[in-house]
């Protein structure tokens, strides 16, 4: 009795279990199913992944040309020196790419920045700057336009430089200089990307020119670079 008790512990200590052929063909099956969709998931996250390294450095390599923290307290500096305000700027970013749902929101073939087709550039970054709480139009926009390549972004100059001359026909034999926008431009090439400086009317020629060395003293790009420059109303410069 002492023995097949103590054969009956051995016993306990160990549990076989016997699976069936037909069970273990499913659970491969499934087992296999899902290695597959696993690495479906897989492949996809890193494509997901791979595209938004690459948007990333696309605003990473255009970011790298402007000193925006600095552009932004030397605008604010400037507008409370020139009495044109009491209170600094706000600044409101929008992003916007080939991918973007959101391509409706942007009032480009009604407004002013109707020459620009987004669905041919790359990515698009929009600051604009206001003062809240005014009378006064004292907003300025800054455009970041990037392209797939120099190749595009030379074209939609060249498609820029061709309208810097455009006069609106008001009727009657009178005419009057728009320009790009029927504001103050400063558009300036780099490579494969163009940087589009939209001001308002409010301010006066000397300002706007004290605004756009503003920019450039902030930015790495060339002041002998190719630059599209019109006043308000006034003519190409």
Not at 138 to 157: A, D, G, H, T, V
Not at 197 to 217: A, H
Request: glycine fraction near 4%; aromatic fraction near 14%.
């Amino acid at each position: 009795m002492h023995v097949l008790i103590k054969k009956m512990k051995t016993i306990g200590k160990q549990i076989f279990f016997v699976v069936p052929l037909w069970l273990l063909t499913i659970i491969t099956s499934c087992t296999s199913e899902n290695n597959s969709g696993d690495k479906q998931i897989k492949n996809r996250l890193i494509a997901e992944n791979e595209n938004s390294d690459a948007i990333l450095k696309s605003e990473k390599e255009i970011d790298n040309k402007i000193e925006f923290r600095n552009f932004k307290n030397d605008l604010d500096s400037f507008v409370i020196k020139f009495n044109y305000s009491t209170t600094p700027f706000d600044l409101q970013t929008d992003t916007i790419n080939s991918k973007s749902s959101n391509k409706d929101l942007w009032a480009y073939k009604r407004g002013i920045f109707n020459l620009i087709n987004v669905n041919s550039i790359n990515l698009l970054i929009q600051h604009h700057y206001f003062v809240p709480k005014t009378t006064k139009i004292l907003r300025i926009y800054l455009l970041e336009l990037q392209f797939k390549n120099p190749r595009e972004s030379e074209y939609f100059f060249k498609k820029l430089d061709a309208r810097k001359n455009f006069k609106a026909d008001l009727g009657d034999g009178y005419f009057l200089n728009y320009g790009l926008t029927g504001t103050s431009d400063y558009v300036i090439l780099s490579k494969a990307t163009i940087l589009w400086l939209n001001i308002s009317c409010q301010y006066s020629k000397k300002d706007f020119d004290r605004l756009i060395d503003i920019f450039l003293n902030n930015s790495n790009l060339t002041r002998n670079g190719k630059a599209i420059r019109y006043y308000c109303q006034t003519g190409y410069e």
